[in-house]
């Protein structure tokens, strides 16, 4: 049995004038550190809130660790953990109120799972009497994962647990994250930051409502189809615009003091070629080599392969 499981879910708002989650279908084995990767506005949180039962489908199932969504809802809310995006424990309490009023709704106490949240608590564990809305943005961060873990849930949903604390408060959070997955736990991460992805076992890429690729972060790189070069010149910005206006060119991506370039036609001279061509449109200090793909190079060809075109933006 899987451990989360939709079928040909679809969510509309506005009177079905905004279609946010469009025919996904997926399934999450137990276990799994897995990730809903992509944009702002892509469906992450609409997946998340349906499979968490605080929001109807319009249309399809879904179930989480074996129960319906619908009929089962009060069996999968004491069963899952989730911390949604934004931080929505009480600002008022104190990180032990927080973490003993949590352990209390699901019947436990903080001693009886101590032993599940004690990496993560023994960080916060000297601001313990601090009121919830003073803490940090990393800080408020361990303290709503530890309210999420408290009951010792089978499944844990994270939506975008990253976004807006520091880097160094990001990469602690995913080996924390690396350690519960040790403890048998299933875990969904839903993140906008693709350098995020590689940390999951596997992703899901996902764009206007819709599933454009499942697999492992490096089977997605691996099969990137053609050869992607890294070129720069001494005048960046002409040079991002002589190459979209090319037609040499597939696509022309900005990373940053690089253009991540794509060919038309993908033959053994192209690095020659393209170094070629940028010289002759006048460049100087050009600089073109051949690249290993990133899971942001793979999310933007099939985003424009999903669009029909190569468009480049």
């Given amino acids: 049995m899987k451990a989360v499981t939709l079928k040909n879910?679809?969510?509309?708002?506005?009177?079905?004038?905004?279609?946010?989650?469009?025919?996904?279908?997926?399934?999450?084995?137990?276990?799994?550190?897995?990730?809903?990767?992509?944009?702002?506005?892509?469906?992450?949180?609409?997946?998340?809130?349906?499979?968490?039962?605080?929001l109807l489908a319009d249309k399809g199932s879904a179930s989480v660790d074996g129960f319906d969504v619908v009929k089962d809802y009060q069996s999968i809310r004491r069963r899952i953990g989730y911390m949604p995006g934004k931080f929505s424990l009480?600002?008022?309490?104190?990180?032990?109120?927080?973490?003993?009023?949590?352990a209390t709704l699901f019947g436990t106490t903080i001693e009886e799972n101590y032993a599940l949240i004690k990496d993560i608590y023994e960080q916060i564990e000297p601001f313990k009497n601090r009121r919830a809305g003073k803490l940090s943005g990393?800080?408020?961060?361990?303290?709503?994962?530890?309210?999420?873990?408290?009951?010792?849930?089978?499944?844990?949903?994270l939506d975008e647990p990253t976004t807006g604390v520091d880097a160094v408060s990001r990469r602690e959070f995913w080996e924390m994250l690396k350690r519960l997955k040790q403890q048998g736990i299933t875990i969904l991460v839903s993140t906008p930051y693709m350098d995020e992805a590689v940390l999951c076992e596997r992703i899901a890429l996902m764009q206007n409502?819709?599933?454009?690729?499942?697999?492992?972060?490096?089977?997605?790189?691996?099969?990137?189809?053609?050869?992607?070069y890294a070129v720069k010149s001494g005048n960046i910005y002409k040079l991002l615009n002589d190459l979209r206006k090319s037609e040499l060119v597939e696509s022309s991506f900005a990373f940053g003091e690089y253009l991540h370039v794509t060919l038309k036609n993908n033959d053994a001279a192209g690095a020659g070629n393209l170094r070629n061509h940028i010289a002759a449109q006048g460049?100087?200090?050009?600089?073109?080599?051949?690249?290993?793909?990133?899971?942001?190079?793979?999310?933007?060809?099939?985003?424009?392969?999903?669009?029909?075109?190569?468009a480049q933006a």
């Fill in 209 to 228: 409502g819709k599933i454009m690729s499942v697999n492992t972060p490096q089977h997605i790189i691996a099969t990137y189809p053609v050869p992607l």
């Fill in 138 to 157: 990393g800080m408020k961060q361990k303290l709503a994962l530890c309210c999420a873990l408290i009951h010792k849930p089978e499944v844990l949903f």
């Fill in 9 to 54: 879910i679809t969510k509309t708002y506005d009177k079905g004038k905004v279609l946010a989650v469009d025919d996904v279908t997926l399934q999450i084995d137990r276990g799994e550190l897995f990730g809903l990767i992509g944009p702002d506005g892509a469906g992450k949180t609409s997946v998340f809130r349906i499979l968490t039962t605080v």
């Fill in 90 to 102: 009480y600002q008022d309490l104190t990180v032990k109120e927080n973490l003993g009023f949590f």
């Fill in 283 to 310: 460049h100087t200090n050009i600089e073109v080599s051949v690249m290993a793909p990133t899971i942001e190079d793979s999310f933007i060809r099939l985003t424009n392969k999903k669009q029909g075109s190569f």
